[in-house]
């Protein structure tokens, strides 16, 4: 099934780079204009740099050269150094959610590129033209992946996690700490047998992409122009593999948060025939927001998460004043509402709910309407101040249901997950010379 390899990546040299908590960043479709430029002024060697530069003001850039330039000068200048050896390397990361400490682990690997018919790799979001070109110059211009793709298996039994258990034992090559939040630590793995036991267990594994389908799919259309560009290729070339994050799907620290939506721009009579058509779809209870004695936001969810274990609940903030519904039915969404040919799998999410029956089926609503967040206070917040008209709250995608949808050959709507942190870009680099 899917092949994993260990690699020489580059990584900051620490005679050069004392602290590496400031050259990272995260992957650029997260990044605010604001957020570029604040891990510009962290450090002159911020990974930004070549991830997602910034276009300079009133002069002549092409920030995917900028980027090309600046790689090849940090190798050459020795701020980057080459792995000796192919390894597998072992990330951990630590963070703080909902009161609680996590730590997430995963292998950063090179996998062979496979399309989607093979069902080695399998994707479980759509993509965007924009994206992937923005990607592909990228690539174009470093010959390089800049961060990992986020990519998920099934450990059944827990073979790979008991094999990596004591890596962990040892001091890590390297170690980031972001303030009180978040945290990095990196093991190379080196030994023979542990590198041929790794690659043999992911030999019977599909694997699923988390987050990066656009840098999948991007890898994927780099690896076809390489291949048309030359008289004869062996398979064998770094173009033919691409650098992933591999994390078990069993792994305490996978956090999944949902994305809510926020609307705006919708008329009155909109707005009035979503209140009467919900009553038709949903069984509808009421939640009074900021009352005193009231129930908090946080207790509003839990009642949400609670009713989703035995059936489908949504929720809206908006439709009354300072109230909160919770949407909930109990019996399957009728096959007409849905899209044609949908898998039973596909019909039985939320998210799908959301998306055909309210966005599509009443709204009629355009993406331009729409932001997302997966901060409930913030959506409920920014229809309070009366900058949205509307939320839409969502429970959590639970992974099982990710991988049935992945597994049936189709594609969750758009922003359905948010993988809580992101990987970080710049911890590992793969060259693809």
Known sequence: MAEVRPFGGLRYNGSKVSELASVLCPPYDVMSAIDQEDYYQRSPYNVVRVEHALFESGKPFNKY???????????KDGVLKLEEQPVFYLHEQGFSYGGREWRRRGIIARVRLEGKESGVVRPHEGTLAAAKNDRL????????????????YEDDGGRLSSLLDAHVERPPSASASIGSAESHKLWTVTEPDALARIQSRFRQLSLYIADGHHR????????????????SFTGEEAFNFVMMTLVSMSDPGLLILPVHRLARGLSRETLAKLEGRLGGLFEIEEYAVGAAGSPTLNSILETMRSRGQSGICLGVYGLKPKTFMVLGRRTSVPVELMPVHASPAYRGLEVAVLKHLVMEGV?????SQLTYTPDAAE?????ASGEYQ???FLNPLGVDKLRAVADAGERLP??????YPKLPTGLVINPLE
């Open 65 to 75: 050269a900028f980027s090309a330039s600046t790689l090849k000068q940090w190798r």
């Open 137 to 152: 110059l990228l690539l174009r211009a470093c010959q390089a992946n800049t961060s990992p793709i986020f990519a998920l």
């Open 216 to 231: 999948y799919e991007t890898a994927l259309a780099f690896r076809d122009e390489a291949r048309r560009s030359r008289a």
């Open 363 to 367: 709204l009629d609503i355009d993406e």
């Open 379 to 383: 959506a409920l917040g920014r229809v």
């Open 390 to 392: 509307l939320a839409f």
């Open 414 to 419: 758009g922003k359905s997950t948010y993988f």
